[in-house]
């Protein structure tokens, strides 16, 4: 597929020279206003499904858009978790250079969780939300044919079954099939990334962690001052000048449990899934950087054999350079998708942690007021 | 306002310091001393205070005085010592007497005892009292000499044992029933508090780790690493804060402990009561039966089943002679008995009268102490809940600059 830029022009890849040009067009992209996006994408309303043979959620996928390529300005459909799993893997394999954002896990354990709960579905709609937005967001994959399908068609699984008849028929598969290359050399920044990746998955893992503790924790102290409170009252119906202010005391340290177990809820609820997704993004962005490293190898094997042959060739055999092309645009846009991917990541925290202290200043000042 | 010690005196217990010594037994210990400072202070005067005089006494003393003071004034709720060892302790607390931090909250304690001792209407004016804080060398044998320590045992034996009273006087049941329920409600309390003390110190302190992922995770970042390392800093300060917050609230936790001691005083008050009501009680129970007894022997009727009246039914009656006699003995054991009697309602009445008086009192002192506890400790829980604002609006702040 061809790439090109919001404003509809095609771009040239295949040289190193035009991939930093996309890189710069691609920063200037950031510094536009919003007034300048033509694509809105939301995720509400679930509702049950209940059918003979399963239950299942369906959300509400909402469209606002100016561009062409739409034939409408708007657009309203019903799609189920399986069907964003199904559009992810469509983005995989038709951009297999570029980061996907990640999904909610898909399985849950059934004991564990209760799939058709509140603030299950909640989280899962928030997370849906904003895979679809981040998509829309990335100036390449927003112009993806199956994204659009997804956002369109009244019925998916239609076209979900042409697609597959469409492969088979043409025999050739999209995906980039590489072998067991070993790569000679992995460039600095790659190296840098991977590694980058690394820590930062261990280190969010940590986060996870350190924040389930603190809900642990805080729960354990929220049972110990369920206790508390009712002795205060009991206390105050011994006395009686006294029995006001005890009462008093007695009535404050409830307001306190709530306060705390709408902290713990909060937190729950908006903190740790967030950490989650951050953590899935990461493993599937050092897939990606895996992909890329094999085309890499690939290439480079490629190279040798040519050299091996001794062959007087003017031109190197197409397939070599193809490999050439493809590492190339490999790295332009893994390059491009992480500069996003890091800015996103930044707000996303700064968000996310901005808030944990915002609900923590919220709960503070509830307790003051009591 | 009687005039109490208190106002006359400047007292202090200013220092502790850990000593050796060998006990009774000859066996080497370790004990603390704690140092009481007194200086008299001159009420017209501005300023011109009386040089200061100090001693040093051990808990032991103290418990000495205690014991003294209960003994020889039954009908005062007699303010309590500080606790013998660490009870309701949460994990992070010592359970250990030599601990600096308990040795430290002792010795406010101690200070406490005596200066309630000195404003007491009553007990400030008692000369074991004015020894035990002027008098170093031979204070102990001085206590002695009193010969409380009968009376003390006696006592402890009277308030343990179970008796039934027939007329008990309703205010002392009620107010036994109160002190027992508040002994119940306050221990339970503290056995809670010190739980949540416990638990609430867990949430600060994991919030410490937060300091170091973020310190780490900062490091691999470029635009956020500064944000994330102050924000970590903040992170640090707040595990750090809990201690010095629960060890405020120890201070409260210790001003109910004194009112669960109290309690225990007041109990002591009532069963006093009770056994003066039941002494009176037997005391007229006995000249009763002496009375009819008295009176079978002049009358010559049995009019009750005695081993005596059988006796004589079966042995013989005795002589006009020997019946003369005991009609003169009983006849004096009456009248001692009713002397007796009537001294033992005085006392009885003299006895409810004042420690009805010191209940009233107490009463006004225990809701003007608790209210104000209380009102400190919600002051307390404002604060931590300050700073808990302040420090996640100065890492919110440092989010956003990230």
């Known amino acids: 597929q061809d790439l090109s830029l919001p404003n509809g022009t095609p771009v040239d890849t295949s040289s190193p020279a035009s991939s930093s040009s996309l890189l710069n067009r691609l920063q200037l992209d950031d510094d536009l206003d919003v007034e300048t996006r033509d694509l809105f994408v939301t995720v509400d309303d679930p509702k049950k499904h209940v059918c003979t043979m399963e239950t299942y959620i369906t959300y509400r996928v909402t469209t606002k858009t100016t561009r062409a390529e739409f034939d409408l300005p708007e657009y309203s459909v019903r799609r189920r978790y399986q069907d964003f799993d199904w559009l992810r893997n469509k983005l995989e394999e038709s951009q297999p250079t570029h980061l996907i954002p990640p999904l909610p896990e898909k399985f849950v354990v059934k004991g564990v969780v209760d799939r058709f709960s509140e603030e299950f579905v909640e989280t899962r709609r928030k997370a849906l939300d904003k895979f679809l937005k981040r998509i829309t967001d990335h100036p390449v994959l927003s112009f993806n044919e199956h994204f659009s399908i997804f956002l369109t068609a009244k019925d998916l699984n239609a076209y979900k079954k042409q697609g597959m008849a469409l492969l088979s028929k043409m025999g050739e598969s999209v995906k980039y099939v590489t072998g067991g290359y070993k790569l000679r050399s992995r460039p600095l920044e790659f190296a840098a990334i991977g590694d980058y990746l690394d820590t930062f998955s261990l280190k969010l893992g940590t986060i996870d962690r350190i924040a389930q503790r603190i809900i642990k924790e805080q729960l354990e102290y929220l049972v110990e001052l369920r206790e508390y409170g009712p002795v205060y009252s009991t206390w105050g119906g011994l006395e009686v000048e006294l029995s006001e202010p005890l009462e008093g005391v007695s009535a404050c340290i409830g307001n306190c449990c709530t306060a705390l177990e709408e902290l713990s809820e909060d937190m729950t609820e908006d903190f740790l899934p967030v950490l989650r997704e951050y953590i899935l993004y990461a493993e599937s962005m050092k897939n990606v950087l895996k992909k890329r490293d094999q085309v890499q190898a690939e290439y480079e094997a490629k190279l040798e054999a040519v050299a091996l042959k001794k062959e007087d060739r003017p031109k190197v055999p197409t397939d070599v350079e193809k490999c050439q092309d493809r590492v190339e645009c490999f790295n332009a846009d893994l390059k491009a998708d992480m500069e996003r991917w890091q800015n996103n990541k930044r707000q996303d925290f700064r968000q996310l942690l901005m808030g944990m202290a915002d609900k923590n200043i919220q709960y503070y000042e509830k307790v003051c007021v009591t | ?153 006696s006592r402890l034996k009277a308030l343990n044992a179970t008796f039934r009273v027939k007329n008990p006087d309703k205010r002392f049941t009620e107010l036994k029933h109160y002190s027992d329920e508040l002994q119940s409600v306050i221990s339970h309390l503290l056995r809670v508090r010190a739980r949540v003390a416990d638990r609430l110190y867990g949430v600060y302190k994991v919030h410490g780790n937060y300091g170091r992922v973020f310190s780490e995770w900062s490091a691999i970042e470029k635009e956020m690493g500064d944000g994330l390392q102050s924000a970590g800093h903040h992170m640090d300060v707040y595990a750090a804060s809990i201690d010095d917050i629960l060890e405020e609230e120890e201070h409260y936790a210790d001003q109910l402990k004194e009112y669960l001691f109290y309690a225990e005083a007041l109990r002591a008050v009532c069963r006093k009561h009770e056994l003066m009501q039941y002494d009176l009680e037997m005391a007229a129970q006995d000249l009763t039966s002496k009375k009819q007894q008295c009176e079978e022997l002049a009358t010559g009727t049995v009019r009750t089943f005695s081993l005596k009246g059988m006796t004589s039914k079966l042995f013989g009656q005795e002589t006009a002679e020997q019946r003369e006699a005991k009609i003169k003995v009983l006849e004096e054991q009456i009248q001692e008995g009713e002397e007796q009697l009537k001294s033992k309602n005085l006392e009885g009445r003299d006895f409810v009268k004042s420690a009805w008086a010191d209940i009233e009192r107490f009463k006004e002192q225990k809701n003007h102490d608790l209210k104000e506890a209380l009102i400190s400790y919600a002051v307390m829980q404002i604060s931590m809940c300050k700073k808990g604002i302040q420090v996640w609006t100065n890492a919110k702040e440092c989010f956003s600059k990230m």
């Not at chain 2, 202090?12 to 202070?41: C, P």
Request: proline share 5%; net charge negative; glycine share 4%.
């Open chain 2, 1 to 153: 306002m009687e005039d109490c010690l208190a106002k006359k005196m400047e007292i202090t217990v200013s220092e502790a310091e850990k000593r050796t010594g060998r006990n009774a037994m000859n066996i080497q210990e370790t004990y603390t001393a704690y140092l009481i400072e007194t200086r008299a202070v001159e009420s017209q005067s501005e300023g011109q205070c009386g040089p200061v005089e100090s001693l040093w006494r051990r808990y032991s003393e103290f418990e000495l005085l205690r014991n003294y003071l209960s003994v020889t004034y039954p009908h005062i709720v007699v303010p309590p010592l500080p606790e013998k060892r660490a009870d309701f302790v949460w994990h992070k607390l010592s359970a250990d007497n030599m601990d600096p931090d308990f040795v430290e909250r002792r010795r406010i304690g101690l200070e406490n005892f005596l200066l309630r001792v000195a404003s007491h209407p009553v007990l400030c004016q008692d000369k074991i009292f004015y020894a035990f804080l002027m008098q170093e060398g031979g204070w102990k044998e001085l206590v002695n000499e009193t010969g409380f320590q009968l009376k003390a045992d």
